[in-house]
């Protein structure tokens, strides 16, 4: 049986995705240039922008995509929000600072979502914010931040936005003509179902026009990358050829099954599948159902003592399925993810391995 990655990515991938990868393409000839515009076509598509947004590929994971964006598209003397609610809007903090911006942190609580209420505040506040970053669906703890409320504030007061939504694209329906945005970050190994190596941006052309010398990096320049592409259909840097190959197999999946819509409604159905039987043997999640994203799932540990965390992942790994540790600052916790090329019957053999584990470990020790 092949192994079950529930985690936010890498993830399980289909056989078809994997097939993709098995051909070698020279990074400039006719037909991959061809299959590379056509990934970048069909993400600005799915974003629901593709009259006002261009979609630039980055190599690499995520974060890399995340500091291209914040470099190129926040001026140097412009000042950044960062809404933060886990790991990764710290993340953007971090990055902000070494890139020598001027940054300013809202926080809440990483079982708490963002309020737009309290970003129209500080926008209010502080008139020398330019740029608003979000996180849509920060995997420290699998909450989903309210993003088209936060959008319409952004806009009224007249600032930008940049949404990272590295592992909601695709997972979850945005739709860029409802819900306004400067730029928009993801990747191919998460929602799309792609695997690592292709991060992206997909930023507003008109103000992408106008970033040329923001960036302090060669190979994170957004505004290079794009001119690049538009001058001949090419990557600066050597691409990874295989890796948009899959991108493009994944996208032709994501179509054959109906669009982000219907992939939503799957992963919706893994997580109530894995929520409700997590419940039913005593293992909790941390976020409330109404802010949980069907990404995944942060579970607290159980007290007691019995739980070992180590024990429970070297269990449930020796029978071929993958999860993640905690990542919340305060609270011992693990994570379970819902997305990939997985449905219900993968969520359900999850649960039986970990029966095998609480029957072992928790109720052999009750007996005893």
Known sequence: MPPLLLTPGPLTTSDQTRAALGRDWGSREADFIALSEGVRARLAVLAGVERTHVAVPVQGSGTFAVEAAVQTLVPRDGRLLVLVNGAYGRR???????????????EAAEDQPISAERVAAALAADREISDVALIHCETTSGLLNPLPEIAACVRRAGRRLLVD????????????GRVP?????????????????????????????????????LSLDLFEQWRGFESNGQWRFTPPVQVVAGLAAALDQLEAEGGI????????????????????RGLHPYIAAADQAPVIVTFLMPPGGWFKFQAFYDFLHARGIVIYPGKLTGVDSFRIGCIGAIGTGDMMRCLVAIDGFLAEHRDGRTAA
């Open 261 to 280: 819509n219907a992939r939503f409604a799957r992963y919706r159905r893994n997580c109530e599948v894995l929520v409700e039987g997590m419940r039913a």
């Open 92 to 106: 953007i903090v971090d990055i902000a600072g070494r890139l020598g911006r001027a940054w300013v942190a809202l």
């Open 181 to 217: 945005f400067t730029a928009l970050i993801g990747s191919s190994n998460k929602g799309l179902e792609g695997v690592p190596g292709i991060s992206f941006v997909i930023a507003e052309s008109a103000y992408l026009q106008g970033c040329a010398g923001n960036s302090t990096s």
């Open 165 to 176: 939504a590295m592992s909601s694209f695709g997972a979850v329906p945005i739709d860029g």
